[in-house]
């Protein structure tokens, strides 16, 4: 996974923690390989969500930290609107529509398992 130069030493490891405590949950494992096979949909959207609040609600005394993790919270509720009516778009189109620059845009696109292709030098990102 990739983190710009910007991202706080403290975000890095609560995702890693995050990380490793989905990777061994039997459970997720399960919810993961659903996800994968679109039995259940938006599963990723709705866990991200839910890490979110539980990661911003820990944080109650700490505004500066808080406000990182509402804003990447905004960030993907704009996604979710957005591509409850589009199926696809490219990157540039999205960044404009959207207001997220790239650079944060494409790893929560990855986070939320976006699939994206390449067509006619433009990229583009699809729900899967």
Do not use: C
Not at 34 to 44: C, F, L, M
Request: glycine share 4%; net charge positive.
């Amino acid at each position: 996974m990739y983190f710009p130069p910007k991202r706080h030493e403290l975000e890095l490891e609560l995702i890693s923690q995050i990380v490793e405590a989905v990777k061994n949950s039997r459970v997720a494992i399960f919810i993961a390989r659903a996800a994968a096979g679109k039995v259940i949909g938006d599963v990723s959207m709705h866990i991200a969500k839910k890490l979110l609040d539980k990661i911003i609600e820990q944080f109650k005394l700490e505004s500066a930290e808080r406000k990182k993790f509402k804003i990447l919270q905004a960030d993907i509720k704009k996604i979710e609107t957005f591509f409850k009516t589009n199926k696809k778009v490219e990157i540039n189109k999205l960044e404009n529509v959207l207001g997220i620059d790239k650079t944060r845009l494409i790893p929560i696109l990855k986070l939320l398992g976006f699939k994206t292709y390449q067509k006619k030098n433009k990229r583009y990102w699809e729900k899967n």
